[in-house]
């Protein structure tokens, strides 16, 4: 199998370790890149939209490693979100459970706050491995995306090209590398 290098590098990264859909008030990075974040930016880059069946395809036939070039620091965030009461969306449903009443009968909104972990000054180089067709489709997307690419939120932006070149590194000369979870 055959792999490109791409280089992660930006002030702030995300990658979320876990998949959920309850209401959480605390969001921690993984301390390294994830298959899924990965693959959310190629499939950004290839221009899938999010409920697209190709993403999990994609995640299916790919290799991903990586490789730490300098640590990341931890840094924590801290937000006060509020819903719109119009939308129905996660935080009106924060809302509905969580309506305070006053002693003078006078409701008040809870606001929600949210605890996020970056990590800050990280530098990873990550190989991506599949067919060569598929990893040539791949280079081609990343140098010019369909949409933005972000290191796992849209805050999150590289600081450098993703790749440079197109070079395909065998498995025989991957050194010091980790499986991504």
């Known amino acids: ?29 993984s301390l390294y890149p994830t298959k899924s974040a990965i693959v959310g930016l190629l499939s950004s880059a290839l ?5 697209d069946n ?10 991903i490693k990586y490789k730490v070039i300098k640590d990341p620091i ?12 119009h939308q129905n969306n996660y935080m009106n449903l924060f ?3 969580n309506v305070v009443t006053t002693m003078s009968n006078n409701t008040r909104d809870m606001r929600l706050t949210k605890s996020i972990q970056y990590l800050q000054d990280a530098e990873f180089i990550v190989y991506v491995g599949c067919n060569d ?13 369909v949409y933005s690419l972000y290191i ?5 932006i590289p600081n450098k090209p ?9 498995e025989e000369e991957l050194l010091n590398v980790y499986d991504c979870a």
């Open 1 to 29: 199998m055959n792999y490109i290098k791409l280089d992660l590098s930006g002030v702030l990264q995300y990658f979320s370790d876990t998949n959920t859909t309850t209401i959480k008030t605390t969001y921690n990075s």
């Open 47 to 51: 221009g899938y939209n999010r409920n």
């Open 54 to 63: 190709r993403i999990t395809e994609l995640f299916n036939i790919l290799d």
């Open 74 to 85: 931890v840094l924590k965030d801290f937000q006060t979100i509020t819903g719109l009461k």
């Open 95 to 97: 809302y509905n459970r």
């Open 133 to 145: 067709s598929k990893l040539k489709e791949i280079y081609d997307a990343i140098r010019n995306p």
């Open 152 to 156: 796992g939120k849209r805050s999150c």
């Open 162 to 170: 993703l790749v440079t070149t197109f070079e395909l590194i065998r």
